[in-house]
């Protein structure tokens, strides 16, 4: 009981990333270490993007001049987990039908519960960042590959919809040895994301957004009284006039760069006061 109780008396967890694009080089480490680790299925023919499932995308950007003066850019893209302008009311947690796609309060987290998703897919139309994707087919391994897939993820059956879920399995097991160990707090390096180990450029830092001991934190500066906004000047969110409130924080010394976040008008400035209250 005695444990129980310190571990209910934890503040909430805000699992979140910040990645800086300046320092990402567009390797492509993140999104094969989010393959394995998360036994995302792949086809023999992976020709056409449009069904390829990619939990984790990278895309190009440029800023759109010609040589010499060409810059490019690449921004990995995982799910957002967003919380909504009322914490817990994500695009698409709040269509789903089946309850098949949730928000935790503890953690953050919009989980995907493939037992329950019958696939009608509105989580897919409500997602502004296209980071759902619909399994047509049942995952078909190369021979042997079945014995080198991760046991702590289950692979997915056709039908279903599946997204990042920020490796939470490795929450749960860390979770698990905390509790057995006096209920005590889960620590920063216990809980690590797959792609935010396996960059090569330490472009992606992974924590918890409300403990201001972690890095994340501390990069970020989030301001929990304003929607979580970002107190760092080189911090942007994709499409944050939205109000969709996402954990992943976005970081970049150029102008073009934070911009290409969203629609901006020629008078705006990317994070702007009212920005978002301008045009949601």
């Known amino acids: 009981m005695k444990q129980t109780q310190i571990h209910n008396e934890q503040p909430p967890r805000r699992y979140g990333m910040a990645i800086d694009v300046d320092k990402c080089t567009g390797c492509g480490s993140c999104m094969v270490a989010c393959f394995s680790e998360n036994n995302v299925p792949f086809k023999q023919d992976e020709t056409d993007k449009l069904l390829s499932i990619t939990w984790m995308r990278v895309y190009q950007l440029t800023n759109g001049k010609t040589f010499p003066h060409t810059e490019v850019a690449y921004l990995p893209r995982p799910c957002q987990h967003c919380a909504g302008q009322h914490e817990g009311h994500s695009p698409c947690v709040s269509v789903c039908p089946a309850t098949a796609t949730d928000y935790s309060a503890d953690t953050g987290i919009v989980s995907q519960i493939y037992t329950r998703c019958f696939g009608c897919r509105y989580c897919m139309g409500a997602c502004p960042y296209h980071a759902r994707y619909f399994n047509w087919w049942d995952p078909v391994w190369p021979d042997g590959m079945e014995k ?6 289950s692979p997915r059956m056709r039908g279903v919809v599946e997204k990042c879920s920020f490796c939470f399995h490795r929450y749960q097991m860390a979770r698990d040895k905390a509790y057995t160990e ?3 707090k889960v620590q920063e390096a216990e809980y690590q994301t797959a792609c935010a180990q396996a960059c090569p450029a330490g472009a992606i830092v992974f924590g918890d957004l409300n403990d201001p001991s972690h890095a994340v934190n501390q990069i970020v500066k989030p301001d929990a009284h304003n929607h979580y906004k970002s107190g ?7 499409l944050e006039r939205l109000g969709t409130n996402t954990k992943v924080y976005y970081l970049s010394s150029r102008e073009w760069v934070r911009r290409s976040g969203d629609n901006y008008r020629a008078d705006e400035q990317p994070g702007m006061p009212g920005a978002a209250a301008q045009h949601g």
């Open 148 to 153: 080198y897939l991760s046991p702590n993820v």
């Open 182 to 184: 006096g209920g005590r």
């Open 232 to 238: 760092n000047p080189r911090a942007f969110r994709l």
